[in-house]
C-alpha cells in the first residue's frame, strides 16, 4: 500500500510475531522475540548504509574489506522503543544511541515531548527511529519532526506493528521516510490500539501491567 514500506516476510519474523500475539506469551520470551524480529530489521535497514573499503591484514596475508562510513544513530521512542535496541546494537555494534520521550494522552491521542537527548550533531548520520507500534501515527510523525529540525537527513523508521492509518498517517506527514516493519494489521480500535495488534508493548517488555 506504500512505497516506501517494507514489510518483512522472513519466515522467524513470522514466527516471532505469533509469539508476541499470544496473549499466553511472558515478558522474558516476549523480549527475546522483539530482540530476534529487530536483528533482522537491522539487516535490511543496513542494505542502504555507506561503505568504505579498508586495508587490513590476514593471518596470512594482506588485503581489503569494508567498514561502515558514516554515523549510526538509533534512537528508541521511550519507553516502548527501547525494546528493539538491544537487538539493532548486537547487529550494529558501532551505533550510538538516543532518545526521544514522547507520550499519547489517553484522550487526544495527541503525542505531548518530555525528553529528547542525542548526539549534538546528526546532519551526517544514518538515523534509526525506533518505535514497536505504528498504530496512529501520530508519535512517529512528530518524533520525525524533532528530528528533521535538529538537522537529520538521512532518517528511516523501523517498527514491530503497523496499522494502516498510522502507515498512511506517517507517510503522508513525511513521504521521504522510508518505514520497516514487520507486520501491517487490520485496523485501530477506538482507543487507538492495533487490531488485531499484541497489546501494550512497553508493558509486554518490561512487565509492568
Same mark, same amino acid.
Given at each position: 500500500?506504500? &512505497?516506501?514500506?517494507?514489510?518483512?516476510?522472513?519466515?522467524? %519474523? @513470522? #514466527?516471532?510475531?505469533? =509469539? !508476541?500475539?499470544?496473549? &499466553?506469551?511472558?515478558?522474558?520470551?516476549?523480549?527475546?522475540? %522483539? @530482540? #530476534?524480529?529487530?536483528? =533482522? !530489521?537491522?539487516?535490511?535497514?543496513?542494505?542502504?548504509?555507506?561503505?568504505?573499503?579498508?586495508?587490513?591484514?590476514?593471518?596470512?596475508?594482506?588485503?581489503?574489506?569494508?567498514?561502515?562510513?558514516?554515523?549510526?544513530?538509533?534512537?528508541?521512542?521511550?519507553?516502548?522503543?527501547?525494546?528493539?535496541?538491544?537487538?539493532?546494537?548486537?547487529?550494529?555494534?558501532?551505533?550510538?544511541?538516543?532518545?526521544?520521550?514522547?507520550?499519547?494522552?489517553?484522550?487526544?491521542?495527541?503525542?505531548?515531548?518530555?525528553?529528547?537527548?542525542?548526539?549534538?550533531?546528526?546532519?551526517?548520520?544514518?538515523?534509526?527511529?525506533?518505535?514497536?507500534?505504528?498504530?496512529?501515527?501520530?508519535?512517529?510523525?512528530?518524533?520525525?519532526?524533532?528530528?528533521?529540525?535538529?538537522?537529520?537527513?538521512?532518517?528511516?523508521?523501523?517498527?514491530?506493528?503497523?496499522?494502516?492509518?498510522?502507515?498512511?498517517?506517517?507517510?503522508?506527514?513525511?513521504?521521504?521516510?522510508?518505514?520497516?516493519?514487520?507486520?501491517?494489521?487490520?485496523?485501530?480500535?477506538?482507543?487507538?490500539?492495533?487490531?488485531?495488534?499484541?497489546?501494550?508493548?512497553?508493558?509486554?517488555?518490561?512487565?509492568?501491567?
Amino acid at each position: 500500500m506504500n &512505497n516506501n514500506f517494507f514489510l518483512s516476510d522472513h519466515p522467524l %519474523v @513470522k #514466527r516471532d510475531m505469533t =509469539i !508476541l500475539r499470544d496473549k &499466553n506469551t511472558g515478558t522474558e520470551y516476549f523480549r527475546s522475540a %522483539v @530482540k #530476534r524480529i529487530s536483528n =533482522i !530489521l537491522a539487516v535490511e535497514i543496513a542494505k542502504s548504509f555507506n561503505l568504505k573499503k579498508a586495508d587490513i591484514e590476514t593471518p596470512l596475508e594482506k588485503t581489503t574489506g569494508y567498514k561502515i562510513d558514516q554515523e549510526v544513530v538509533l534512537i528508541p521512542i521511550l519507553r516502548a522503543g527501547l525494546g528493539m535496541v538491544s537487538g539493532f546494537i548486537e547487529v550494529i555494534p558501532e551505533a550510538k544511541v538516543g532518545h526521544i520521550g514522547l507520550q499519547r494522552d489517553e484522550n487526544t491521542l495527541i503525542p505531548v515531548e518530555y525528553y529528547y537527548k542525542t548526539p549534538k550533531d546528526i546532519s551526517d548520520a544514518f538515523v534509526i527511529l525506533l518505535d514497536p507500534m505504528l498504530a496512529t501515527g501520530g508519535s512517529a510523525s512528530e518524533a520525525v519532526n524533532y528530528l528533521k529540525k535538529k538537522g537529520a537527513k538521512q532518517l528511516v523508521f523501523s517498527c514491530l506493528v503497523a496499522a494502516p492509518e498510522g502507515l498512511k498517517k506517517l507517510s503522508d506527514t513525511h513521504p521521504d521516510i522510508k518505514i520497516f516493519g514487520a507486520a501491517l494489521d487490520r485496523q485501530l480500535n477506538d482507543k487507538g490500539y492495533i487490531l488485531p495488534g499484541l497489546g501494550d508493548a512497553g508493558d509486554r517488555t518490561f512487565g509492568t501491567f
